[in-house]
């Protein structure tokens, strides 16, 4: 009876989400398995073919014509693994990106046209059983041999920003400083301004926004950009939500942007913070930024110390358009 209500609710969830003709479901050229490669991509800024395979389980024939398809249509870029030669590094191109906040927006968006069916008062119940069904389905799952993307999708992830999430980083950031240190709308200003400035002209080879996610919903950011010095990246708005911390989504911000900034060839990563911020500076200390300047200074309805950053990066390589 047991496997018969499971073979049933599959039948109706599959049928519910348009799993069997999903491309059609969203409007879009991709199918289900498709578009969940490219949702895997764009939570991880690279990742090599095998780890793919295994994440989602894919025959490594359907999973390399999938990359072929990306490919020719522009959306993935493959190269050796820096690491193993003989392992392909897959790597989505910026109109991959695009493409793959496109699938994602559009996936929201028919699971909340799916969830303004619900009424209100029963959606608590809606999540907790969903909660749980995935909790005891993934329990049993062996810790090799077998995938546990489902676990491991529980914890936090790294991935590009969607509509709305700027806005969502000029809120936080607002909210979170005020409540903490007391700082008062002109700091939220300042973030409104950086956001606004990256949204409206910014070099995807050379900047980039990440936004920390856990359990479905945003809850940190940090900011790659061309710093005004020839050759440095600056790194900005940096945040984890409170009851977010301690899952080292800080640590792993901080690396995104010394490894991304690394990459795209600048010389050095600097920033700008302030000394009460002190979880943040144990971040940038362990990542091994140096405290190069401080000055008092009186801002956001605070007094306060601003200090100066900076970490040299081994590649002395620069792009060009730093020159």
Known sequence: MTIQEIRAFNRFYTNLIGALNYSKHLYTPYTLTESRLLYELAHTPCTDAAVLRAELSLDAGYLSRMLTKFERDGLVERAPSEHDARRQRITLTQ????TAALLDERSREA??????RVEPDERPRLVEALRTARTILSAGEPATGGRRASTRRDGPVLREPVPGDLGWMVQRHGAVY????????TFEGLVARIVADFAADHDARLERVWIAELDGRPVGSVMCVRDEAPGAARLRLLLVEPEARGHGLGERMVEAVVDFARGAGYREVVLWTNDVLTAARTLYVRAGFTLVAEKPHRSYGADLVGQDWRLPLTDESVVDSHS
Request: glycine letters at 22%; aromatic letters at 12%; hydrophobic letters at 40%.
């Open 95 to 98: 109109q991959g990106h695009g």
């Open 111 to 116: 699971a909340g046209t799916l969830l303004d």
């Open 178 to 185: 005020a409540a903490e240190y007391g700082w008062n709308a």
